[in-house]
């Protein structure tokens, strides 16, 4: 079951911070997810290897199971449950600890402290990749300019603007959600990769340079702007997206 297919998607949190639990709750529910609470690793398991959910989201420091052994259960399962994505919440940053995660099969990994906006962000970008069929971005228009996602051409009024394949890559992940707020992890997740994970300056000077091929006034950016504490958003209406066939996502 998943977004783009038999309604909300389902979504079970196991979080033992009373006050980081209400707060994923509250605003997952907001977004339209159908969600569910535990503040046990425990608990976690056993619900997720007996309910039917789209996503995990896990908490690693757990009063009794930690994170790492409840994902290590449910992708050691033999029901639906052994497929079901899952985001490790933590605030252990070190790399060891989110490579241990991602070893173990979790599907992303956000540490904290957190933006409430990156992990919405982070979430509709796992459902998707999980949902297999979601349509796919395959041009924008920005006033005069044209381009094209797949070809990696862009043109303004016919002439035209070279651009790195990077940057039709950052592009496309703007793409996929127009108007939202996209955090830079969302960023390099899916325009780097795991393989080839720069850090968040890196996104910074991308997005100077697009501005500066993109906007008329890249000091006053009209298309790509920055949300301060949260990321940046291509400030677009979908219409402006042009999707493969199937048409664009709800």
């Not at 569910?36 to 757990?62: I, K, Q």
């Not at 990749?129 to 924008?140: K, M, S, T, V």
């Not at 390099?188 to 996104?203: C, H, I, M, Q, S």
Request: with cysteine; charged share 30%; glycine share 12%.
């Amino acid at each position: 079951m998943t977004e783009a297919g038999r309604g909300a998607a389902r979504i079970l949190v196991v979080e033992d911070d009373p006050s980081i639990r209400m707060g994923l709750e509250d605003t997952l529910t907001a977004k339209g997810y159908q969600v569910e609470v535990v503040a046990r690793g425990g608990e976690g398991v056993d619900r997720a290897l007996t309910g039917r959910y789209d996503l995990v989201v896990l908490d690693v420091m757990l009063p009794d199971l930690d994170g790492f052994e409840v994902c290590r259960r449910i992708r050691g399962s033999r029901g639906a449950a052994r497929g079901v994505p899952v985001i490790m919440l933590s605030a252990r940053g070190a790399e060891l600890d989110r490579v241990r995660g991602l070893e173990l099969g979790a599907d992303d990994y956000v540490t904290k402290p957190f933006s409430l906006m990156e992990l919405l962000a982070r979430v509709a970008s796992v459902l998707r990749r999980a949902g297999g069929d979601a349509p796919e971005p395959i041009g924008l228009v920005l006033g005069d300019i044209s381009i094209d996602l797949v070809g990696q051409v862009a043109r303004r009024g016919g002439a035209r603007i070279e651009l790195p394949s990077r940057a039709f890559a950052i592009l496309k992940v703007f793409a996929r959600r127009p108007g939202e707020v996209v955090g830079r992890d969302v960023l390099l997740d899916e325009a780097w990769g795991y393989d080839d994970y720069p850090n968040t300056r890196t996104v910074d000077n991308h997005l100077v340079k697009l501005r500066r091929a993109l906007e008329d006034e890249p000091d006053k950016p009209r298309w790509l702007v920055t949300v301060h504490g949260a990321g940046y958003k291509l400030d677009i209406p979908r219409d402006a997206v042009q999707w493969a066939p199937g048409g664009a996502p709800r």
